[in-house]
């Protein structure tokens, strides 16, 4: 059995045997307001705080809007930014105006500069990135076909485990079809899936790899004060 | 039919002169290099050619070639700034967005290249990204351009999302163009070594290269050359080398030895370590983003035990190596075969005090370089 990352929630270590397999690529996939960023980040952190490293690729809102959405939970990403633990890739800026950090993209089409800048974040970054997010496929899916997202994918995921690193990526599940869905997942070796009933978030496992995992969905609570937990 | 030079010389001299006029050539390009860098570069040579070039760019805003590319001998046509809804100085934008509606997109772009292209000389087609794997497409673009008595040659840039020699996609790029060019990466702790290959025409020519601010040249980045205690390493960083700088003390190398290759249109860096053992520390910096490792041993006296040290340490980072058998001029010295059998590594005889074998050395090491890469 390869070796765990702690996602930080006890509970998801348990019933994922440790936590996520090292070198994996783990999609993470439910509607917007499940919490599916949320989940992504929170696992980010708990690696940033042990010392740990990673490349976040911001595609949905610029690094600032990231940042302050994650304090609202208490979540300092600033600290470890500083330190070139944490790097962003802003791949969101250049809708909007002039990009707000070294690694930007100029647009979500080509495929060439994506990868180069991941690779550059992950040279510059100080250590082995542990843990990256690209956040989120679905950006991705807006500006190419499932099939080169998928590609894509899996070379980024290729990039972060040379160094047994994880790469978490999101998916907004009501934005695809199940074609496209099924192409995302396909580069994942691992799917967990945030899922809306009654008006609760539930997180269950869909696949794990090398992992005889948990089959029950448990409640995924998220507030402000005390940030994630789960039921 | 005339033929149009491309930037580098052994490039040209793979294909007998250069391109073809009328004709349709497709770069293949690897994940670890810029494409519209490269793209841009070749739009300027052409214009450093004379030639009239028309430049469609896709993927990001026009500005960002237009500062490679000299205005006056240029048309660019803007297939992006719609996808933003951002006004854009270009003279011609293509109004449909390609994510929105993709046909009328393509209906349009097509429209404006052919209007465009009466006076001009080269095309180049910045990007494919949005047409990979729809090869019905692909074939519109590359079809509309090409005529009778036609002139124009047009460049098509494709990203490699995993392409690879014998697959159907790879048959189909050499029955679609008439020439194909597979621009390869090999990645070393974040330093690319770009290098370019042509699949049509099938010819055996690996041209190492970068863009630089004067052009599409050849190059490699990072060559080391280390060794035993006096094994004649300086000697080899100097005659390999055009231009060369050491810094010694009583003779020994104690920092490093730096030198420039730059002759037959060929640029390369190559960095010598100190063969002390007390300066192994510099072999932790000077070795960073290697792409390969000459060895120098004296081959009167070679020192198998520190080879075995260096090859282990050069072999973590998995760069090739050839031994270079030093001071074959002397009467007592070993033979490269013998070196070989007892290092297991492929040894080159040399005399680096006269220059013998060093340009072969060089060349042979390319080779072996040459011969990895990775898509992504």
Known sequence: ?231 | MEKKELPIERLNNAVDGGIEQNSNVLLLVDLAIDKTKFASGLGNHHQSLDDQVEYLVNNKMPKFVEKTLDKDTAEIIDGFSTTLNKESNAAHKIQADINEDREEHVKESKEIIIELMEDKDVFIMDSLDPFVGDWDKITEYKDLLKGEDGETISYFMLPNLGIEEGDNEYERMKEEFEYVMHLKGLERKGMILKFIEFVKPEVETKVPFDVTATGIKMYVPKLLVTGPENSGKTTVVHNMSDTALSTEKSGTTVALDKGQVDSNGLKADIFGTPGQERFDYAMNFLGQGIFGSFIVVDSRNPDFERVDDLIDTLGEREVPIIILANFQNKEDSMDPEKIEEKTGLETMGVDAEHGENLTEALERLLDKILEQHSWY
């Open chain 1, 1 to 231: 059995m390869s070796e765990r990352l702690s996602t930080g929630l006890e509970q998801l270590d348990n019933d994922l045997e440790g936590g996520l397999p090292q070198g994996s690529i783990i999609v993470i996939m439910g509607d917007k307001k499940t919490g599916v960023e949320q989940l992504a980040d929170y696992i980010m952190l708990e690696g940033l705080k042990n010392d740990e490293s990673g490349v976040f690729m911001a595609l949905e809102k610029a690094p600032s809007k990231f940042k302050e959405n994650a304090e609202y939970y208490g979540w300092a990403f600033d600290k470890h930014e500083r330190r070139d633990k944490m790097m962003f890739v802003d791949g969101y800026s250049w809708q909007s105006g002039e990009p707000e950090t070294d690694h930007y993209l100029t647009g979500l089409t080509d495929l060439n500069q994506i990868s180069m800048k991941f690779i550059r974040a992950v040279h510059d970054l100080k250590g082995d990135p542990d843990r990256s997010i690209v956040n989120s496929s679905s950006a991705l899916l807006e500006y190419m076909n499932a099939a080169s997202a998928k590609k894509l994918i899996k070379v980024l995921g290729a990039k972060s485990a040379k160094n047994s690193g994880v790469l978490l990526v999101t998916l907004h599940k009501s934005l695809h079809d199940k074609q496209e869905r099924a192409q995302i997942k396909d580069a994942a070796d691992g799917v967990i899936r945030l899922e809306m009933k009654d008006g609760q978030p539930y997180l269950g496992i869909e696949r794990m790899t090398q992992t005889d995992h948990s089959k029950s969905w448990r409640k995924f609570m998220i507030s402000s004060e005390n940030g994630l937990w789960l039921i």
